[in-house]
Protein backbone atom coordinates (compact mmCIF):
# COMPACT_ATOMS: atom_id res chain seq x y z
CA UNK A 1 0.00 0.00 0.00
CA UNK A 2 1.16 3.51 -0.78
CA UNK A 3 0.11 6.91 -0.18
CA UNK A 4 0.19 10.08 2.29
CA UNK A 5 0.51 9.50 5.98
CA UNK A 6 -1.02 12.60 7.47
CA UNK A 7 -2.49 13.84 11.00
CA UNK A 8 -5.48 11.44 11.80
CA UNK A 9 -8.98 13.16 12.68
CA UNK A 10 -9.75 13.82 16.31
CA UNK A 11 -12.68 10.74 16.10
CA UNK A 12 -10.19 8.14 15.36
CA UNK A 13 -8.82 7.96 18.30
CA UNK A 14 -4.68 7.78 16.60
CA UNK A 15 -2.54 10.16 16.02
CA UNK A 16 -1.82 9.34 12.40
CA UNK A 17 -3.41 7.67 9.05
CA UNK A 18 -2.38 6.28 6.17
CA UNK A 19 -4.30 7.77 3.19
CA UNK A 20 -4.20 5.21 0.78
CA UNK A 21 -3.87 5.87 -3.14
CA UNK A 22 -2.64 2.46 -4.52
CA UNK A 23 -2.77 -1.43 -3.44
CA UNK A 24 -0.55 -3.55 -5.06
CA UNK A 25 -0.96 -7.26 -4.28
CA UNK A 26 2.13 -8.86 -3.84
CA UNK A 27 1.35 -12.39 -3.18
CA UNK A 28 -2.19 -13.50 -3.27
CA UNK A 29 -3.84 -15.92 -1.20
CA UNK A 30 -7.52 -17.09 -0.34
CA UNK A 31 -8.61 -15.10 2.47
CA UNK A 32 -11.39 -17.51 3.39
CA UNK A 33 -9.39 -20.57 3.89
CA UNK A 34 -6.12 -18.40 5.45
CA UNK A 35 -5.69 -21.17 8.36
CA UNK A 36 -4.28 -17.14 10.39
CA UNK A 37 -7.62 -15.81 10.55
CA UNK A 38 -7.67 -12.15 12.25
CA UNK A 39 -9.24 -13.74 15.33
CA UNK A 40 -8.14 -15.17 18.83
CA UNK A 41 -6.75 -18.83 17.76
CA UNK A 42 -5.80 -20.96 20.70
CA UNK A 43 -2.24 -21.94 21.56
CA UNK A 44 -3.23 -25.92 20.73
CA UNK A 45 -4.26 -25.20 17.75
CA UNK A 46 -1.62 -22.79 16.42
CA UNK A 47 1.50 -25.75 17.70
CA UNK A 48 -0.59 -27.43 14.71
CA UNK A 49 0.36 -25.40 12.17
CA UNK A 50 3.93 -23.75 13.34
CA UNK A 51 4.93 -22.65 10.03
CA UNK A 52 2.52 -20.34 9.92
CA UNK A 53 1.83 -19.25 13.72
CA UNK A 54 5.30 -17.03 13.05
CA UNK A 55 3.78 -14.74 10.95
CA UNK A 56 1.37 -13.68 13.89
CA UNK A 57 2.33 -11.16 16.53
CA UNK A 58 3.65 -12.69 18.92
CA UNK A 59 5.77 -14.99 17.48
CA UNK A 60 7.19 -12.57 15.79
CA UNK A 61 8.37 -11.05 18.58
CA UNK A 62 9.66 -14.02 20.24
CA UNK A 63 12.23 -14.49 16.96
CA UNK A 64 13.46 -10.63 17.44
CA UNK A 65 13.60 -11.21 20.96
CA UNK A 66 15.53 -14.93 20.27
CA UNK A 67 18.29 -12.84 18.22
CA UNK A 68 18.63 -9.88 21.06
CA UNK A 69 19.20 -12.29 23.39
CA UNK A 70 21.59 -13.94 21.16
CA UNK A 71 23.47 -10.56 20.79
CA UNK A 72 23.42 -9.44 24.21
CA UNK A 73 24.72 -12.28 25.27
CA UNK A 74 27.61 -12.81 22.69
CA UNK A 75 28.83 -9.68 23.54
CA UNK A 76 28.63 -10.39 27.15
CA UNK A 77 31.38 -13.06 26.63
CA UNK A 78 33.34 -11.16 24.26
CA UNK A 79 34.18 -8.57 26.92
CA UNK A 80 34.69 -11.27 29.19
CA UNK A 81 37.28 -12.52 26.88
CA UNK A 82 35.57 -15.91 26.39
CA UNK A 83 35.61 -18.11 23.21
CA UNK A 84 32.67 -19.09 21.78
CA UNK A 85 33.03 -22.44 20.40
CA UNK A 86 30.81 -24.82 18.13
CA UNK A 87 30.42 -28.01 19.83
CA UNK A 88 29.19 -31.23 17.81
CA UNK A 89 26.01 -32.65 17.85
CA UNK A 90 26.26 -36.15 17.16
CA UNK A 91 28.49 -37.72 20.13
CA UNK A 92 29.29 -40.99 21.16
CA UNK A 93 28.43 -40.65 24.93
CA UNK A 94 25.46 -39.55 26.77
CA UNK A 95 26.56 -36.61 28.99
CA UNK A 96 23.89 -36.93 32.10
CA UNK A 97 24.11 -40.82 31.90
CA UNK A 98 20.44 -41.30 31.99
CA UNK A 99 20.08 -43.09 28.85
CA UNK A 100 17.20 -40.73 27.31
CA UNK A 101 18.96 -39.93 23.88
CA UNK A 102 18.58 -40.40 20.34
CA UNK A 103 20.22 -42.82 18.55
CA UNK A 104 21.35 -41.80 15.40
CA UNK A 105 21.72 -43.63 11.93
CA UNK A 106 21.56 -43.68 8.39
CA UNK A 107 18.44 -44.17 6.04
CA UNK A 108 20.74 -46.35 3.82
CA UNK A 109 21.35 -48.28 7.09
CA UNK A 110 17.96 -49.92 7.57
CA UNK A 111 18.13 -53.62 8.43
CA UNK A 112 17.86 -55.80 5.89
CA UNK A 113 17.00 -59.26 5.48
CA UNK A 114 19.11 -62.17 5.82
CA UNK A 115 18.51 -65.87 5.55
CA UNK A 116 19.01 -67.82 8.44
CA UNK A 117 20.36 -70.53 5.96
CA UNK A 118 23.75 -71.91 5.49
CA UNK A 119 23.39 -71.54 1.93
CA UNK A 120 24.78 -67.67 2.20
CA UNK A 121 24.64 -67.24 -2.06
CA UNK A 122 20.80 -67.65 -1.87
CA UNK A 123 18.89 -66.31 1.19
CA UNK A 124 15.32 -67.34 1.78
CA UNK A 125 13.14 -64.32 1.64
CA UNK A 126 10.62 -66.27 3.90
CA UNK A 127 13.07 -66.51 7.33
CA UNK A 128 13.90 -63.42 7.03
CA UNK A 129 17.05 -62.22 10.38
CA UNK A 130 17.47 -58.54 10.99
CA UNK A 131 21.00 -57.47 10.90
CA UNK A 132 21.78 -53.96 11.58
CA UNK A 133 24.52 -52.06 10.43
CA UNK A 134 26.24 -48.69 12.02
CA UNK A 135 27.19 -46.03 9.96
CA UNK A 136 29.73 -45.05 12.39
CA UNK A 137 30.47 -48.70 13.31
CA UNK A 138 29.28 -47.93 16.90
CA UNK A 139 26.28 -45.90 18.00
CA UNK A 140 25.77 -42.38 17.89
CA UNK A 141 23.58 -40.21 19.71
CA UNK A 142 22.18 -36.97 19.01
CA UNK A 143 23.86 -34.77 21.60
CA UNK A 144 22.27 -33.99 25.54
CA UNK A 145 24.84 -31.42 26.50
CA UNK A 146 27.95 -29.92 25.19
CA UNK A 147 29.97 -29.88 28.57
CA UNK A 148 31.92 -32.65 28.09
CA UNK A 149 33.26 -31.38 24.43
CA UNK A 150 33.94 -27.78 26.06
CA UNK A 151 35.95 -29.45 28.95
CA UNK A 152 38.51 -30.66 26.09
CA UNK A 153 38.66 -26.89 25.40
CA UNK A 154 39.00 -25.27 28.81
CA UNK A 155 42.63 -26.67 29.46
CA UNK A 156 43.78 -24.41 26.70
CA UNK A 157 41.53 -21.25 26.66
CA UNK A 158 40.37 -21.15 30.23
CA UNK A 159 37.02 -19.62 29.95
CA UNK A 160 34.54 -21.04 26.99
CA UNK A 161 31.08 -21.31 26.21
CA UNK A 162 28.47 -22.64 23.29
CA UNK A 163 24.85 -21.44 22.73
CA UNK A 164 23.40 -25.20 20.53
CA UNK A 165 20.52 -27.03 20.33
CA UNK A 166 20.49 -30.23 22.54
CA UNK A 167 18.34 -33.29 22.29
CA UNK A 168 16.41 -35.47 24.76
CA UNK A 169 14.75 -38.45 24.35
CA UNK A 170 12.48 -37.78 27.34
CA UNK A 171 8.59 -39.27 26.95
CA UNK A 172 7.05 -36.10 28.98
CA UNK A 173 4.08 -34.69 28.29
CA UNK A 174 4.90 -31.53 30.35
CA UNK A 175 4.74 -27.96 29.30
CA UNK A 176 8.33 -27.97 30.46
CA UNK A 177 10.13 -30.31 28.61
CA UNK A 178 10.77 -30.27 24.89
CA UNK A 179 12.47 -32.90 23.07
CA UNK A 180 14.64 -30.00 21.38
CA UNK A 181 15.69 -27.05 22.86
CA UNK A 182 18.73 -24.20 23.10
CA UNK A 183 21.05 -24.79 25.85
CA UNK A 184 23.65 -22.02 26.56
CA UNK A 185 26.80 -23.73 28.43
CA UNK A 186 30.31 -22.28 29.67
CA UNK A 187 33.14 -23.70 31.34
CA UNK A 188 35.83 -22.00 32.95
CA UNK A 189 38.99 -22.62 34.85
CA UNK A 190 37.80 -22.13 38.45
CA UNK A 191 38.39 -23.95 41.94
CA UNK A 192 35.58 -22.38 43.56
CA UNK A 193 31.76 -23.27 42.97
CA UNK A 194 31.04 -19.38 43.87
CA UNK A 195 32.67 -18.83 40.47
CA UNK A 196 29.92 -20.24 38.33
CA UNK A 197 27.24 -18.79 40.57
CA UNK A 198 28.37 -15.74 40.16
CA UNK A 199 28.90 -16.08 36.10
CA UNK A 200 25.33 -16.82 35.87
CA UNK A 201 23.89 -14.57 37.98
CA UNK A 202 25.66 -11.41 35.87
CA UNK A 203 24.81 -13.25 32.83
CA UNK A 204 20.94 -12.89 33.43
CA UNK A 205 21.27 -9.77 35.30
CA UNK A 206 23.21 -8.22 32.13
CA UNK A 207 20.71 -9.75 29.71
CA UNK A 208 17.73 -8.35 31.40
CA UNK A 209 19.15 -4.72 31.77
CA UNK A 210 20.29 -4.74 28.30
CA UNK A 211 16.64 -5.76 27.05
CA UNK A 212 14.80 -3.28 28.99
CA UNK A 213 16.96 -0.59 27.10
CA UNK A 214 15.18 -1.92 23.85
CA UNK A 215 12.12 -1.80 21.94
CA UNK A 216 11.95 -5.10 23.17
CA UNK A 217 10.87 -4.70 26.27
CA UNK A 218 8.20 -2.27 25.40
CA UNK A 219 6.61 -4.86 23.18
CA UNK A 220 6.60 -7.78 25.27
CA UNK A 221 4.86 -5.70 28.40
CA UNK A 222 2.00 -4.85 26.00
CA UNK A 223 1.18 -8.23 24.09
CA UNK A 224 -2.00 -9.39 25.44
CA UNK A 225 -1.78 -13.31 24.86
CA UNK A 226 0.49 -14.58 27.64
CA UNK A 227 -0.45 -16.54 30.82
CA UNK A 228 0.98 -13.61 33.09
CA UNK A 229 -0.45 -10.40 34.14
CA UNK A 230 1.49 -7.47 32.99
CA UNK A 231 2.22 -6.25 36.75
CA UNK A 232 3.84 -9.80 37.67
CA UNK A 233 5.47 -9.85 34.43
CA UNK A 234 6.98 -6.53 35.35
CA UNK A 235 8.00 -8.14 38.92
CA UNK A 236 9.82 -10.80 37.26
CA UNK A 237 11.90 -8.19 35.26
CA UNK A 238 12.37 -6.38 38.22
CA UNK A 239 13.67 -9.16 40.47
CA UNK A 240 15.92 -10.63 37.80
CA UNK A 241 17.89 -6.93 37.23
CA UNK A 242 17.68 -6.07 41.20
CA UNK A 243 21.07 -5.44 42.70
CA UNK A 244 20.32 -7.64 45.62
CA UNK A 245 22.59 -10.66 45.26
CA UNK A 246 20.37 -13.31 44.53
CA UNK A 247 19.57 -15.99 47.76
CA UNK A 248 21.70 -19.18 48.36
CA UNK A 249 20.56 -21.86 50.23
CA UNK A 250 21.94 -25.69 50.47
CA UNK A 251 20.25 -28.74 49.30
CA UNK A 252 19.90 -29.60 52.86
CA UNK A 253 19.05 -26.94 54.38
CA UNK A 254 16.51 -26.34 51.68
CA UNK A 255 14.94 -30.28 52.65
CA UNK A 256 14.86 -28.86 56.51
CA UNK A 257 13.29 -26.04 55.56
CA UNK A 258 10.52 -27.74 53.41
CA UNK A 259 10.03 -30.38 56.07
CA UNK A 260 9.56 -27.53 58.86
CA UNK A 261 6.90 -25.84 56.58
CA UNK A 262 5.19 -29.32 56.34
CA UNK A 263 5.20 -29.09 60.14
CA UNK A 264 3.89 -25.89 60.90
CA UNK A 265 1.29 -26.20 57.86
CA UNK A 266 3.07 -23.73 55.97
CA UNK A 267 3.12 -26.06 53.22
CA UNK A 268 1.21 -29.03 51.54
CA UNK A 269 2.79 -30.78 49.24
CA UNK A 270 1.48 -34.13 46.84
CA UNK A 271 5.28 -35.51 47.67
CA UNK A 272 6.68 -35.25 50.76
CA UNK A 273 10.21 -33.58 50.72
CA UNK A 274 12.91 -36.24 51.38
CA UNK A 275 17.06 -36.16 51.56
CA UNK A 276 17.31 -38.97 49.32
CA UNK A 277 14.13 -38.22 46.78
CA UNK A 278 15.54 -34.81 45.84
CA UNK A 279 13.70 -32.07 45.04
CA UNK A 280 9.98 -32.21 43.15
CA UNK A 281 9.07 -29.04 41.07
CA UNK A 282 6.57 -28.35 43.52
CA UNK A 283 8.85 -27.85 46.12
CA UNK A 284 10.73 -25.95 44.26
CA UNK A 285 8.24 -23.53 43.42
CA UNK A 286 7.66 -22.99 46.56
CA UNK A 287 10.99 -22.26 47.37
CA UNK A 288 11.59 -19.77 44.80
CA UNK A 289 8.65 -17.92 46.25
CA UNK A 290 8.93 -18.41 50.30
CA UNK A 291 12.84 -18.01 50.22
CA UNK A 292 13.61 -16.05 47.42
CA UNK A 293 10.54 -14.07 47.40
CA UNK A 294 10.07 -14.16 44.22
CA UNK A 295 13.50 -13.36 42.78
CA UNK A 296 16.03 -16.22 41.78
CA UNK A 297 17.37 -18.88 44.30
CA UNK A 298 20.62 -21.00 43.56
CA UNK A 299 20.33 -24.55 45.78
CA UNK A 300 23.71 -25.74 45.74
CA UNK A 301 25.18 -29.35 47.03
CA UNK A 302 23.51 -31.69 45.71
CA UNK A 303 23.80 -35.38 46.96
CA UNK A 304 26.28 -36.99 45.24
CA UNK A 305 24.60 -39.85 44.46
CA UNK A 306 21.53 -38.71 42.55
CA UNK A 307 24.35 -36.52 40.12
CA UNK A 308 26.16 -37.14 36.63
CA UNK A 309 29.42 -39.11 37.23
CA UNK A 310 31.87 -35.88 35.89
CA UNK A 311 30.80 -33.69 39.41
CA UNK A 312 33.16 -32.92 41.93
CA UNK A 313 32.84 -34.15 45.74
CA UNK A 314 32.05 -31.16 48.05
CA UNK A 315 34.89 -29.63 49.94
CA UNK A 316 37.30 -32.41 48.83
CA UNK A 317 39.71 -31.77 51.11
CA UNK A 318 37.87 -31.12 54.35
CA UNK A 319 36.60 -34.09 56.37
CA UNK A 320 32.83 -34.27 55.97
CA UNK A 321 29.99 -36.04 57.93
CA UNK A 322 27.07 -37.84 56.46
CA UNK A 323 26.28 -38.79 52.99
CA UNK A 324 28.80 -36.92 50.10
CA UNK A 325 27.36 -33.78 48.14
CA UNK A 326 28.67 -32.71 45.32
CA UNK A 327 29.82 -29.16 44.72
CA UNK A 328 27.22 -27.91 42.48
CA UNK A 329 24.05 -25.89 41.74
CA UNK A 330 20.62 -25.27 40.17
CA UNK A 331 19.05 -22.01 39.79
CA UNK A 332 15.62 -21.98 40.50
CA UNK A 333 12.92 -18.98 38.84
CA UNK A 334 9.20 -18.91 40.44
CA UNK A 335 7.40 -20.77 38.41
CA UNK A 336 9.39 -22.69 35.92
CA UNK A 337 11.45 -24.15 38.62
CA UNK A 338 15.02 -24.96 37.27
CA UNK A 339 16.42 -22.85 34.44
CA UNK A 340 20.58 -23.58 35.25
CA UNK A 341 22.30 -25.99 36.54
CA UNK A 342 25.94 -26.32 37.12
CA UNK A 343 29.09 -28.08 39.34
CA UNK A 344 32.93 -28.46 39.59
CA UNK A 345 33.96 -31.16 37.72
CA UNK A 346 36.04 -34.02 38.86
CA UNK A 347 39.35 -33.31 37.39
CA UNK A 348 41.67 -36.11 39.14
CA UNK A 349 41.77 -39.25 37.22
CA UNK A 350 41.54 -41.63 39.97
CA UNK A 351 38.37 -40.27 41.33
CA UNK A 352 36.58 -40.03 37.81
CA UNK A 353 37.48 -43.27 37.31
CA UNK A 354 35.62 -44.70 40.70
CA UNK A 355 32.74 -42.25 39.95
CA UNK A 356 32.29 -43.93 36.08
CA UNK A 357 32.59 -47.15 38.03
CA UNK A 358 29.85 -46.57 40.60
CA UNK A 359 27.23 -45.53 37.58
CA UNK A 360 28.64 -48.38 35.64
CA UNK A 361 29.80 -46.48 32.93
CA UNK A 362 33.23 -48.68 32.85
CA UNK A 363 33.71 -51.90 33.96
CA UNK A 364 36.07 -52.84 36.76
CA UNK A 365 38.13 -55.16 35.13
CA UNK A 366 38.73 -52.40 32.28
CA UNK A 367 40.56 -50.33 34.88
CA UNK A 368 42.45 -53.07 36.22
CA UNK A 369 44.58 -53.21 32.94
CA UNK A 370 46.68 -50.78 33.66
CA UNK A 371 49.29 -49.03 31.09
CA UNK A 372 52.76 -50.13 31.45
CA UNK A 373 54.36 -46.72 31.15
CA UNK A 374 51.61 -45.01 33.52
CA UNK A 375 52.15 -44.78 37.28
CA UNK A 376 48.82 -43.97 38.36
CA UNK A 377 45.78 -45.77 38.27
CA UNK A 378 44.49 -44.78 34.32
CA UNK A 379 42.22 -46.71 31.78
CA UNK A 380 44.27 -47.69 28.63
CA UNK A 381 43.00 -46.99 25.40
CA UNK A 382 39.61 -48.83 24.68
CA UNK A 383 38.01 -49.13 21.42
CA UNK A 384 34.68 -49.88 22.91
CA UNK A 385 34.72 -47.43 25.67
CA UNK A 386 32.69 -44.07 24.56
CA UNK A 387 34.01 -42.31 27.26
CA UNK A 388 37.84 -43.09 26.72
CA UNK A 389 38.27 -39.96 24.90
CA UNK A 390 36.77 -37.86 28.53
CA UNK A 391 39.47 -40.09 30.75
CA UNK A 392 42.52 -38.98 28.24
CA UNK A 393 41.43 -35.25 29.35
CA UNK A 394 42.48 -36.56 33.02
CA UNK A 395 44.98 -38.99 32.35
CA UNK A 396 47.37 -36.56 29.92
CA UNK A 397 46.94 -33.58 32.56
CA UNK A 398 44.27 -31.61 33.58
CA UNK A 399 42.94 -28.47 35.60
CA UNK A 400 40.50 -27.49 38.41
CA UNK A 401 37.53 -26.63 36.42
CA UNK A 402 33.85 -26.01 36.63
CA UNK A 403 30.57 -24.82 34.46
CA UNK A 404 27.07 -24.51 33.67
CA UNK A 405 24.16 -24.76 31.56
CA UNK A 406 21.30 -22.41 31.04
CA UNK A 407 18.15 -23.59 28.98
CA UNK A 408 17.31 -20.39 26.76
CA UNK A 409 13.75 -21.47 26.25
CA UNK A 410 13.29 -21.52 29.46
CA UNK A 411 14.56 -18.45 30.58
CA UNK A 412 12.73 -16.45 27.34
CA UNK A 413 9.11 -17.83 28.45
CA UNK A 414 10.16 -16.36 31.90
CA UNK A 415 11.03 -13.48 30.85
CA UNK A 416 7.75 -13.06 28.81
CA UNK A 417 5.16 -15.10 30.55
CA UNK A 418 4.82 -17.81 28.33
CA UNK A 419 4.07 -20.98 30.33
CA UNK A 420 4.11 -23.93 27.87
CA UNK A 421 7.53 -24.10 26.42
CA UNK A 422 6.04 -25.60 23.04
CA UNK A 423 4.47 -21.86 23.06
CA UNK A 424 8.38 -20.36 23.07
CA UNK A 425 10.02 -22.67 20.84
CA UNK A 426 9.61 -21.89 16.99
CA UNK A 427 9.89 -25.36 15.67
CA UNK A 428 8.52 -27.12 19.19
CA UNK A 429 9.37 -31.22 19.04
CA UNK A 430 8.24 -33.16 22.15
CA UNK A 431 7.29 -36.92 22.42
CA UNK A 432 4.94 -37.50 19.69
CA UNK A 433 4.94 -34.53 17.59
CA UNK A 434 7.69 -32.89 16.10
CA UNK A 435 5.63 -31.32 12.84
CA UNK A 436 7.82 -29.44 9.76
Not at 159 to 181: C, G, I, N, Q, Y
Amino acid sequence: MSGLWAPAPPTSGEAYELRVDEVRILGPTDAEVYPVQKKYHSPEYLRTIPHLRLRIPLNALLARLRSECDFHLSKFFRDREFVRLQPPILTSSDCEGAGEVFAVTAASSVPRAVSDSSDGDNPKPDNPVKQKRDFFRAPKYLTVSSQLHLEAFVHEHKKVWSLSPTFRAEKSDTPRHLSEFWMLEAEIQTENLLDTIDLVEDMIRNLVRHLRKSHIFTEIMSVQQTDVEVNELRERWDALDSIQIWPKITYTEAIQWLLSAVESGQAIFKIPPSWRNGLQPEHERVIAREIGLGAPVFVTDYPLAMKPFYMLRSNTNEPREGPATAACFDLLLPDICEVAGGSLREHRVESLLHSMRKHGLQKSSILEELAPNHNSDVVPPNETANLDWYVDLRRYGSVPHGGFGLGLDRLIGYITGIHNLRDVAPWPRWYGRCDC
